[in-house]
């Protein structure tokens, strides 16, 4: 399967992510600018996807960007820096859901995007998001590797810092939550316009 | 066959999560902020180094200030030795001039008596 961050950076991953480093290391802001530009989209899918807001996905990718440049020289080589970027926006995400009182998200049309496959669901896909703001931050990070930036549990649990055991667990309850919320929600979707139904043809 | 219902809900779960773009500009605006956070650190070691500046200066100044005071002292103690030595050999002199004196007092009436 296709990585979830696009055939189109893996291949800017392994053929120019070393050279563009380098130039970017010796203070090339145009490099720089084009490290920014391959990896945004995958630094800002994870906080959009963790945080539920744009606007805080957008500050958390620029603190990120902005953590990368003064730490430049702490990156070994292109292939650590998409999962140095990972590592760094899940925890900063994590951070700030923890410091939030509340975890739980309120999804709006901005947090959505165009699915392109033709038996897409958009209410489901997007009860699917806003139900992910139930889970806890970690939680919802291992969903987030695992099915947005398809990521397997070891890369998961390296990411995250924990073990891949935990990262299993996590996967298999968070999904049986999910599915079971999911499929409440549908019930409770299709028998509400029933109801309505049946209280209109109700005699007065 | 009918598709696996946990595939299913796993490939729904992968299409409600496909990764989006940040909006127009995203990286003008992280290189807008990367060159005001480098003015903003240029500014904060400029500052650094006055405050460590003003910090090695007062340092500095209580230093010379407290050797200044252990100088001061140290005259003191000297001055009052050698004020305590002037008195003790003021001491030993007038003793010695008092037993002179003494001594003269009594030999005229000894030379009288004999």
Not at chain 1, 106 to 112: D, I, K, P, S
Not at chain 1, 152 to 163: G, Q, T
Not at chain 2, 62 to 77: L, Y
Request: proline content about 4%; hydrophobic content about 40%.
């Amino acid at each position: 399967m296709a990585r979830a961050d696009g055939h189109g950076v893996t291949e800017w991953e392994t053929r120019q992510a070393d050279e563009v480093l380098v130039r970017a290391r010796g203070g090339d802001t145009a490099a720089f600018a084009e490290l920014v530009r391959a990896q945004q989209r995958m630094v800002f899918s994870l906080g959009v996807r963790m945080l539920a807001d744009r606007q805080k996905a957008e500050d958390l990718a620029q603190d990120v960007f902005l953590q990368l440049h003064r730490k430049l020289s702490s990156i070994q080589s292109g292939a650590h820096l998409a999962p140095w970027l990972r590592q760094v926006t899940a925890r900063k995400a994590i951070d700030r859901l923890r410091r939030e009182p509340k975890h739980e998200v309120e999804l709006t049309a901005a947090e959505g995007c165009a699915v392109e496959e033709q038996d897409a669901d958009p209410l489901l896909e997007q009860q699917l998001r806003g139900l992910l703001g139930e889970l806890s931050p970690h939680a919802r990070a291992v969903i987030v590797l695992r099915f947005q930036d398809d990521l397997d549990p070891v890369d998961i649990a390296r990411a995250l810092d924990m073990s891949v055991n935990t990262v299993k667990s996590h996967l298999q309850r968070s999904l049986t939550f999910l599915r079971e919320r999911a499929t409440r929600k549908n019930l409770q979707a299709s028998i509400r316009p029933l109801r309505a139904v049946n209280a209109t043809r109700e005699p007065t | 066959m009918n598709p696996d219902p946990q595939d299913n809900f796993e490939n729904r779960l992968r299409a409600a999560l496909q990764p989006v773009e940040p909006s127009e500009g995203f990286a003008d605006r992280v290189m807008t902020r990367i060159a005001a956070d480098a003015v903003k650190r240029a500014r904060m070691g400029a500052s650094r180094w006055f405050v460590m500046a003003l910090a090695a200066s007062l340092v500095a100044a209580i230093v010379v200030g407290e050797q200044w005071q252990r100088r001061q002292e140290q005259a003191g103690i000297e001055a009052r030795r050698q004020l305590l030595e002037a008195l003790r050999v003021t001491r030993e002199k007038l003793d010695l001039a008092y037993q002179v004196v003494n001594s003269e007092a009594r030999s005229p009436s000894r030379d009288a008596g004999s």
